[in-house]
């Protein structure tokens, strides 16, 4: 790819990118889509966050009714499958389909991210010794209190 930078063309390097949308600390574009397309992610924490302020089970018709954004129901339906295949969401039949629940509330949700990012590390001692290492003193002195330490 090259890149013209007012004093000529050049090529961009393998490590080099070409200017574009901010990105995050792993990569991830960073404010609105690009193109109309969502972030990666955006949508499943949109249908997570329905379902959490849902007085019972949708189905994916209701989820789509109420996305801020029009969706196939067949994008719909996939993205509610792949959530039940993870373990996210619970689902019950109902008419011809299913209708979904959270597996567990919002904190759990968060719990479960923690305990998979920390499967995904090759030195857990070190994860936690930095995680620990960044905590508020209130965090930490919360997570003294509930590990049943008084130091």
Known sequence: MTVD?????RALGAQEQAPGPARGPVGEPVGEPVGGRRANGALEAEILALLHSAESALTPGDVA????????????????????????LHRTPQGRGYAYTPATDESGLTARHMHQVMEGGNDR??????FVDELSDADEDLLR???GSDE
Do not use: D
């Not at 801020?68 to 996210?88: E, F, K, N, Y």
């Not at 001692?125 to 930095?130: C, D, E, I, P, Q």
């Open 145 to 147: 209190r509930l590990l």
């Open 65 to 88: 009714e109420r996305l801020t954004t029009p969706l196939a129901h067949t994008t719909v339906s996939t993205t509610l499958s792949r959530l039940h295949s993870r373990g996210v």
């Open 5 to 9: 930078h007012g004093g000529g063309r």
């Open 125 to 130: 001692a070190s994860v936690l010794t930095r």
